[in-house]
């Protein structure tokens, strides 16, 4: 069974930083692209980061770029982002999403974790 | 950056209505569109991908269509846990790889 578990979500300072984790199991984590995507309370989804399956490609949403580092450790089947600069507009559940081997849909998702930026 | 324009942003029906959301993008997308549903507390999951094509194991009632700029997510009979917020998602598979993925706004869709 496709299993995504978040974690690293809790209350941060603004202008701080956190690491949040996605730990992989049920599939071949090392074949696979992975996202993080985000939703604030009461909004809708925003896609956020993408990493290739070897970690040669990534890509960033504008909102994030510069801030946002997403990495993958395969031998581990973990993905990450480390989040610094913290804002209150960056409070949000943390999802991290599977793109399906075939095609760009994404296929699978963790159940998500809390951000909470503020003082 | 390609704008997707999501509508309606809130929708009311009756169990057994067809139910219509549209998505339209401000430039040629061909068919890469995909249709997420969102239950209350719990993740997205895919419904519909490549615009047209049912997931498997998602309900029959439940289809998708258009190519271009013009998207449109059909539930041919709402049933009650269709309750739920939807989505789509275009995405680009073509350099420039700028920003390959966005969500539409999301339509809420509740039981009359």
């Known amino acids: 069974e496709v299993q995504l578990v978040e974690s690293g979500g809790g209350l941060a300072q603004p202008g701080g930083s956190l690491r949040l984790s996605c730990a992989a199991s049920g599939f071949t984590f090392s074949t696979y692209s992975m996202n993080w995507v985000r939703q604030a309370p009461g909004k809708g989804l925003e896609w956020l980061s993408y990493?290739?399956?070897?970690?040669?490609?990534?890509y960033y949403a504008e909102s994030v770029k510069g801030r946002f580092t997403i990495s993958r450790d395969n031998a581990k089947n973990s993905l990450y982002l480390q989040m610094n600069s913290l804002r209150a507009e960056d409070t949000a559940v943390y999802y991290c999403?599977?793109?399906?081997?075939?095609?760009?849909?994404?296929?699978?998702w963790g159940q998500g974790t809390l951000v909470t930026v503020s003082s | 950056d390609i704008q997707m324009t999501q509508s309606p942003s809130s929708l009311s029906a009756s169990v057994g209505d067809r139910v219509t959301i549209t998505c339209q993008a401000s430039?040629?997308?061909?068919?890469?569109l995909n249709w997420y549903q969102q239950k209350p507390g719990k993740a997205p999951k895919v419904l519909i991908y490549d615009a047209s094509n049912l997931e498997t194991g998602v309900p029959s009632r439940f289809s998708g269509s258009g190519s271009g700029t013009d998207f449109t997510f059909t539930i041919s009979s709402l049933q009650p846990e269709d309750i739920a917020t939807y989505y789509c998602?275009?995405?680009?598979?073509?350099?420039?790889?700028?920003?390959?993925?966005?969500f539409g706004q999301g339509t809420k869709l509740e039981i009359k």
């Open positions: 999403a599977r793109k399906a081997y075939y095609g760009e849909k994404f296929d699978f």
């Open positions: 430039q040629d997308i061909s068919n890469y």
């Open positions: 998602q275009r995405y680009n598979n073509l350099p420039p790889y700028t920003s390959p993925y966005s």
């Open positions: 990493i290739s399956s070897s970690s040669s490609s990534i």
